[in-house]
């Protein structure tokens, strides 16, 4: 049987404080009728996001340990090393990087964009 998962983009901090990406795969197992579902993940709070279409925020840390979901729009978010990645409106992002050095987030398209941030337990600065 073929393995059923999903998958996000995890941002954090290295030990050196340089920001990176690391893509996570969630196991999903079968529920029968209701499909496949991964372990149940505890969260603090949700938040809903309207950004205007200039928005361009150079380095910062994430706020707190969050899911971000984009729900339309195109953003690049560029690390503190310079890799650079593009993601778009269904993508799912995990930003872990709430110390060192951050990342720098801009909206490729001249569009108002919206997403739902998650946050999870867990230290925040």
């Given at each position: 049987?073929?393995?059923?998962?999903?998958?996000?983009?995890?941002?954090?901090?290295?030990?050196?404080?340089?920001?990176?990406?690391?893509?996570?795969?969630?196991?999903?197992?079968d529920q029968?009728?209701?499909?496949?579902?991964?372990?149940?993940?505890?969260?603090?709070?949700?938040?809903?996001?309207?950004?205007?279409?200039d928005y361009?925020?150079?380095?910062?840390?994430?706020?707190?340990?969050?899911?971000?979901?984009?729900?339309?729009?195109?953003?690049?978010?560029?690390?503190?090393?310079?890799?650079?990645?593009?993601?778009?409106?269904?993508?799912?992002?995990?930003?872990?990087?709430?110390?060192?050095?951050?990342?720098?987030?801009?909206?490729?398209?001249?569009?108002?964009?919206?997403?739902?941030?998650?946050?999870?337990?867990?230290?925040?600065?």
């Amino acid at each position: 049987m073929e393995s059923k998962y999903f998958t996000y983009t995890r941002l954090y901090s290295d030990s050196a404080g340089e920001s990176r990406f690391e893509d996570v795969k969630i196991g999903l197992t079968d529920q029968g009728p209701v499909g496949y579902l991964s372990s149940k993940f505890g969260v603090k709070d949700i938040q809903f996001r309207l950004n205007e279409p200039d928005y361009d925020w150079d380095f910062h840390n994430a706020p707190s340990r969050q899911f971000i979901i984009l729900l339309d729009g195109d953003i690049e978010i560029t690390t503190s090393l310079g890799e650079t990645r593009k993601f778009s409106g269904g993508d799912i992002l995990l930003a872990e990087d709430t110390t060192g050095k951050g990342h720098r987030t801009r909206n490729i398209r001249q569009q108002v964009r919206r997403s739902v941030f998650i946050r999870l337990p867990g230290e925040s600065p």
